[in-house]
């Protein structure tokens, strides 16, 4: 059964830092797209990050580039996404999800598995 776990959300004020890690039981995991989404309350899953299989192509929304920094280290299956200068309107759960696909795709429909996602509130 496949599994992304998500962990290291948490309550941060404004300007604070996070590292979100989210853990594959993916066979193929090298061979996968992995992205961050988020979801605020009352609306819509959002792309965030995303990174191509070998880690040598990132792709970001425009409201966290300079901020967030998502990474992959494909010998321990994981992703992660490094939030910095947080925001109060980054509040969010924040999800992982896996694409068996090497070119990167902002829709969630076009995403095989998902993580539980994990809470990031930020105060301000």
């Known amino acids: 059964q496949v599994q992304l776990v998500e962990s290291g959300g948490g309550l941060v004020q404004a300007g604070g830092s996070l590292r979100l890690s989210c853990a594959a039981s993916l066979r193929t995991f090298s061979g996968c797209t992995m992205s961050w989404f988020r979801q605020a309350p009352g609306k819509e899953r959002e792309f965030v990050a995303t990174?191509?299989?070998?880690?040598?192509?990132?792709e970001y929304v425009d409201s966290v580039k300079g901020r967030f920094t998502i990474s992959r280290d494909n010998a321990k299956n994981t992703v992660y996404l490094q939030l910095n200068s947080l925001k109060p309107e980054d509040t969010a759960v924040y999800y992982c999800?896996?694409?068996?696909?090497?070119?990167?795709?902002?829709?969630?429909?076009?995403?095989?598995?998902w993580g539980q996602g994990t809470q990031v509130t930020v105060s301000s």
């Open positions: 990174i191509s299989p070998s880690g040598g192509r990132t």
């Open positions: 999800a896996a694409r068996f696909d090497m070119l990167s795709d902002f829709r969630p429909s076009r995403y095989n598995y």
